[in-house]
């Protein structure tokens, strides 16, 4: 036999011979379950209650307590929020980590008598009581990726309590932290999802940690969220932009300490806190109100940039040493907050636009058929088709209007009314602001508008009087209305004391003339133009004017519900004109339809 082989099977040998050693008192001991195996055979770390680590070599003891909210503190030797992140590390490694049994070593000899490190896991049990097992951290091994170790793991897995393991090194490390690393870094544990007010008062300091009266009250702002938005209350009302708020609640949720400072805050003028430059007053969903202290350390001769800024959580402390980039984000100017679009809404959600300025009005409503324009100064009318891609254009104008400069000034919040531009959405709720007087600001020119329920007005240098003076007749659609013809079951025809309706087969989708069987081609040619009559202009005739040989049109759908419309001939202006009239609108059409139509009838 190889001497390699034999070696080999010596050892498996000795390994046994060692483990049927240790299991002793008579107890019968797997051995082969015992030569890879968990740290703790069991454990989940949604289970773990505490967490003791002692490091007797630097006489530390490290304990962690999970509360009812499921966040860690540390408990010793110091009370204070603990950071998750090292927590969470180590559950894993204690609930994931396998050991390999080292029968050779004893503990004396790989630095367990006693360890380098104690760590203890105390787990709920199912009938409300606790069990605690524990690892002691001895020597690395030769390969450096491991750590000798011996297991207490309660019950059965203690029968080889003395066995010395080799387990992952990761395990000292995860814990082999400075105490500060321990330490919950966020001033607030709460996500940026669940801040909806938030009050800022106070201003910047100089250098020396002055303030400057000229700029009292400067950082001033409270806003809250309402109705899936986010409002400015204080100092005065106005609606703020997501993007631009989103960066405010995510630093004053996820705000960091660089470094802790002191513990002692009995005297906070050092660390520029006492007065502070200013505070921040959150509150969350759950109604919990948390206030931030934000200061800057005195020093006259420092750079700008090089300003150390502070914080103090109120009931909490510790004064923490802050990183200038949420100071930045956090004392933002109310106007870099503010959302300049005038109406802040998607195209295809609106079902109506007003827009009226000095007089002029332009009006459109769209119904399931598409958009109608009615003419302002004809009250009454049926409204009238528009021209989709006018309205689009139209609508586009609208709703890309922008806020140039927003007048903040107290004196300034007085102006007249001259108008207002408006939209309807879906369910009938209308988003608009009132329009104000033409003026020069800032070297701009435009119009005011005051967005509903809100105290500013804003210069728009969009062309709201050109809008507002549209020719009506350019948002005409040229269309007297457009059918689709899969929803359409009958057409009939009737004139000069004749009629005939003709049918659609939903199956096949033909058309047949009532009365007679097959397709009637010649009348599916036409039926594209009797769905959608389109016009050459529309005319302004009285609603009475008389029509000669006329011809009606009436389409009924598959819903029961008709469409009607004439055609024939009528004297306008001195003409003899081919028209089509449906209800009060008349427009000159091309004769052809009506003579295809009348030829068709006549069969």
Avoid at 371 to 381: F, L, N, Q, R
């Amino acid at each position: 036999m190889h001497l390699r082989t034999t070696l080999a099977l010596l050892l498996v040998v000795l390994a046994l011979g060692a483990l049927a050693w240790w299991g002793g008192d008579g107890q019968e001991t797997d051995p082969i379950a015992q030569l890879d195996r968990p740290l703790f055979s069991g454990l989940e770390s949604s289970r773990v209650v505490g967490l003791r680590v002692d490091f007797t070599d630097r006489e530390l003891t490290l304990e962690l307590e999970r509360g009812p909210s499921g966040s860690w503190s540390l408990i010793a030797p110091v009370s204070f929020a603990a950071d998750p992140g090292p927590v969470k590390h180590l559950l894993d490694l204690v609930t994931r980590s396998r050991a390999e049994l080292a029968p050779l070593m004893t503990p004396d000899a790989v630095g367990l008598d006693p360890g380098v490190v104690e760590i203890e896991v105390i787990e709920s049990l199912a009938d409300g009581s606790t069990r605690s097992r524990s690892i002691q951290l001895g020597e690395t091994d030769f390969d450096g990726a491991q750590v000798f170790a011996t297991i207490r793991a309660g019950g059965a897995d203690d029968e080889l309590a003395d066995a010395v393991y080799r387990v992952p090194r990761a395990l000292l490390t995860a814990v082999d932290l400075p105490l500060v690393e321990w330490r919950e870094r966020r001033l607030l544990q709460a996500s940026s999802r669940d801040v909806i007010v938030f009050r800022r008062r106070g201003s910047l300091p100089e250098m020396d940690g002055s303030f400057d009266p000229a700029f009292a009250g400067e950082l001033d702002l409270d806003f809250e969220l309402a109705a899936n938005q986010f409002y400015a209350t204080a100092p005065y009302r106005a609606r703020l932009h997501p993007s631009a708020v989103e960066p405010l609640r995510l630093a004053i949720a996820g705000a960091r300490a660089r470094r802790f400072l002191a513990d002692d805050t009995s005297d906070l003028r050092p660390f520029g806190l006492e007065p502070p430059a200013f505070t921040i007053e959150v509150e969350l969903r759950d109604g919990v109100r948390q206030r931030v202290l934000f200061g800057v350390m005195p020093d006259p001769g420092a750079d700008p940039a090089d300003r150390r800024w502070t914080a103090l959580v109120e009931g909490r402390p510790v004064v923490y040493e802050l990183n200038p980039v949420d100071v930045r984000i956090l004392s933002a100017p109310v106007d870099q907050l503010l959302d300049y679009d005038v109406i802040n809404v998607l195209a295809t959600g609106v079902f109506g636009l007003e827009l009226r300025v000095d007089g002029a009005e332009v009006g459109l409503e769209r119904d399931n058929l598409g958009w109608t324009v009615a003419d302002s100064a004809a009250t009454g009318d049926e409204p009238r088709r528009a021209d989709e891609g006018a309205v689009a254009d139209l609508l586009g104008e609208v709703l890309s209007a922008e806020v140039a400069a927003f007048l903040t000034e107290p004196e300034q919040r007085e102006q007249p009314v001259t108008g207002r531009v408006s939209v309807r959405l879906e369910g009938g709720e209308e988003i608009g602001a009132d329009v104000g007087p033409r003026i020069e600001y800032r070297g701009l020119e435009g119009r005011l508008v005051r967005r509903d329920g809100e105290d500013l007005w804003g210069l728009v240098t969009v062309d709201l009087d050109g809008l507002a003076t549209t020719d009506q007749s350019s948002l005409l659609s040229a269309y007297v209305f457009r059918l689709d013809e899969l929803n359409q079951a009958t057409i009939e025809l009737a004139g000069d004391e004749r009629s005939a309706t003709w049918r659609r087969d939903p199956q096949q989708g033909l058309w047949s003339r009532a009365g007679a069987s097959g397709e009637d081609r010649e009348f599916a040619l036409q039926v594209e133009s009797i769905l959608a009559p389109r016009v050459r202009r529309w005319l302004e005739v009285d609603s009475g004017a008389v029509m000669e040989s006329a011809l009606s049109v009436e389409i009924v759908d598959r819903a029961g519900r008709s469409q009607t419309y004439e055609l024939g001939r009528m004297a306008v202006g001195g003409e003899s004109l081919s028209v089509v009239r449906a209800g009060v609108r008349t427009g000159e059409i091309a004769p052809r339809l009506t003579e295809t139509l009348v030829d068709l009838l006549a069969r």
